[in-house]
């Protein structure tokens, strides 16, 4: 089965430790993407990658860290310089290259930090 | 990228066809109209997108004027699955394939 996996399903965490989410997928595409959802919100973009070893940040990067070392993955950190790190995460990927590509996702880690 | 408007939420029964409109007066040239739905915690999942015109799949239809400044996502015969909040969003055709999500609209459909 082609698909975008994360794990885990449910993170908890103490304030002050970082904490990393995995995200990996096996449709072959380049472009990958984290998004934090909070209650009752829209997604917002925390950070793209379109191609191997190659990241911007998004709308919202602040607090966390990415690396694209393989195409298949992409993990997130969330380090203790994220001020309100609790909420729900979702990973999507999609083609790259010109053009407007549906983007798949994953089913989200709901991160809770105390 | 261009802001879209629609609805908070909306409600309807089971069996009715549901039409969600959104508005994007600042639509680019080159930018496509894109519907996602998303169940609670749950990723989005892609469900239409058009240029203009109509467009249909085995799920939706969507309509798209002349002018491109709405779209209207039209769901027939709803069923309570189709309870779920429905996104809006336009979508640049160029590199980085990047969309904004807004609130979007909730459906809550009734028995």
């Known amino acids: 089965d082609g698909g975008i996996t994360q794990s885990p399903k449910y993170l908890f965490r103490k304030e002050g430790q970082n904490v990393t989410l995995s995200c990996e997928q096996n449709?072959?595409?380049?472009?990958m993407y984290w998004y934090r959802q909070d209650p009752g919100q829209g997604l917002r973009l925390i950070y793209y990658s379109q191609i191997v070893n190659d990241f911007q940040k998004g709308d919202i990067a602040e607090g966390y860290s990415v690396s694209r070392e393989k195409k298949e993955s992409f993990p997130l950190t969330v380090t203790s310089a994220q001020k309100n790190p609790t909420a729900f995460y979702l990973c999507?990927?999609?083609?790259?290259?010109?053009?407007?590509?549906?983007?798949?996702f994953g089913p989200g880690t709901r991160l809770t930090v105390t | 990228l261009a802001k879209t408007t629609q609805p908070i939420s909306m409600d309807s029964y089971e069996g009715q066809e549901v039409n969600i409109t959104c508005s994007h007066n600042?639509?680019?040239?080159?930018?496509?109209i894109t519907w996602y739905q998303q169940f609670p915690s749950q990723g989005p999942r892609f469900i239409i997108q058009g240029y203009k015109t109509k467009v249909t799949n085995e799920v939706a239809s969507l309509f798209i004027p002349a002018d491109r400044k709405s779209s209207t996502l039209s769901l027939p015969r709803v069923s309570l699955s189709d309870t779920a909040v429905y996104y809006c969003?336009?979508?640049?055709?160029?590199?980085?394939?990047?969309?904004?999500f807004g609130g979007g609209t909730r459906l809550m459909v009734k028995p």
């Open positions: 449709l072959n595409h380049d472009a």
């Open positions: 999507a990927s999609s083609r790259s290259g010109q053009g407007t590509y549906e983007q798949y």
């Open positions: 969003l336009v979508a640049q055709n160029n590199a980085g394939n990047m969309l904004t």
């Open positions: 600042n639509i680019a040239t080159n930018d496509y």
